[in-house]
């Protein structure tokens, strides 16, 4: 049987900062966590990615195996790991560190070979090109990709840290947006790739933004802003959605299982034939972020399908019935500050 999805990108190690300052080691990084979610959606997918020779790549690929997720995994011995050490603020928001220079992330590249796999949807972000290179070749393969039919999944997962400058990162994900037929961020990332005045109402300028965004490529855009809610355009269309109620342990994974909650809608489309509403989306989303929101970690937050529906029957006056802000304890998706 054929793996649907293909997720491209990072494995790195997550180094979270607890209360007493004691560093608590998960495997994390964007692609694998919405590997790993999707595969706890009933989804199948693929990682493509690599890790360094050192503990923390046997670590990773320790992982991946415990975890049953398949994957087309490189380990180069002469590069590391990329780590990232992961502190939050009293308001939950997160702050990141990460190992600098070139890791393995940087060095592995899928190619047209890589797409005899049958997939139909390429989910990737920005990580592996924060070093300068790869991105012509990326942009060729996402290119022979969409001619094959496959729907390409954007997730810009900026954290300016590992790149160059601020220039280069907007310049790569501009350049990224083009090739995507949609896209999830967060309302910095919007702030930041939009690069104009994001002053006065939150939701004017979240629809200014977004529409500018569509007129760039995608058709659809998700934007997730954490406690408040997210957002989401298509076609014209343009909609809010406030946050679950949830008590929140931590929010590293929130982002992650809000896209891969998406990814299994996109999948139930193809299967059905039938068009979800963007107020199905965003419910769904954002119950699967809320979720993520009361356990630890990245992957190891990653919800079921049992876990969303149970949030959804349970919360619906807390989570998505009309446009009401709620207070800073529900959870829908990422919200942390660009460093």
Not at 239 to 251: H, L, N, T
Not at 252 to 281: P, V
Not at 299 to 325: F, H, Q, V, Y
Request: proline content about 3%; hydrophobic content about 40%.
């Amino acid at each position: 049987m054929n793996q649907r999805i293909l997720c491209f990108g990072e494995i790195v190690a997550d180094l979270i900062e607890g209360k007493d300052g004691v560093l608590m080691c998960k495997v994390g990084g964007a692609p694998l966590n919405v590997a790993v979610g999707l595969g706890r959606l009933g989804e199948r997918s693929t990682l493509f990615s690599a890790v360094g020779g050192d503990w923390f790549g046997e670590k990773g690929l320790s992982y991946l195996k415990s975890k049953r997720i398949r994957s087309i995994v490189s380990t180069l011995p002469d590069l590391p790991t990329r780590m990232t050490v992961i502190s939050h603020d009293r308001n939950r928001e997160r702050s990141f560190k990460f190992s600098p220079g070139v890791a393995a992330e940087n060095a592995v590249m899928p190619d047209e070979r890589t797409l005899a796999g049958g997939y139909e949807i390429l989910y990737f972000g920005s990580f592996p090109f924060s070093r300068g290179s790869g991105l012509p070749d990326f942009k060729n393969f996402v290119r022979s990709a969409r001619e094959a039919g496959i729907a390409t999944v954007f997730d810009p997962n900026i954290r300016l840290g590992i790149f160059a400058n601020q220039d280069e990162a907007r310049k790569i994900c501009l350049e990224l947006l083009s090739l995507s037929d949609v896209v999830r961020l967060n309302v910095d990332e919007l702030k930041f790739i939009y690069g104009k005045n994001s002053k006065g109402r939150k939701q004017a300028f979240v629809r200014k933004a977004t529409a500018w965004l569509l007129a760039e490529g995608p058709h659809t855009v998700f934007v997730t802003d954490g406690p408040v809610g997210s957002y989401a355009c298509r076609d014209g269309e343009f909609e809010f959605m406030r946050s679950f109620k949830v008590k929140a342990v931590d929010s590293t994974g929130c982002g992650d299982a809000f896209t891969a909650a998406i990814i299994s809608k996109i999948c139930d489309e193809k299967d059905t034939g039938a068009h979800s509403s963007l107020t199905q989306l965003l419910r769904w989303a954002n119950a699967a972020g809320a979720a993520a929101a009361t356990k630890l970690g990245g992957a190891d937050s990653m919800p079921t399908k049992i876990d969303i529906e149970r949030l959804i029957k349970s919360n619906l006056r807390g989570g998505g019935m009309g446009k009401k802000l709620v207070s800073s304890r529900g959870f829908s998706g990422l919200r942390t500050r660009i460093n």
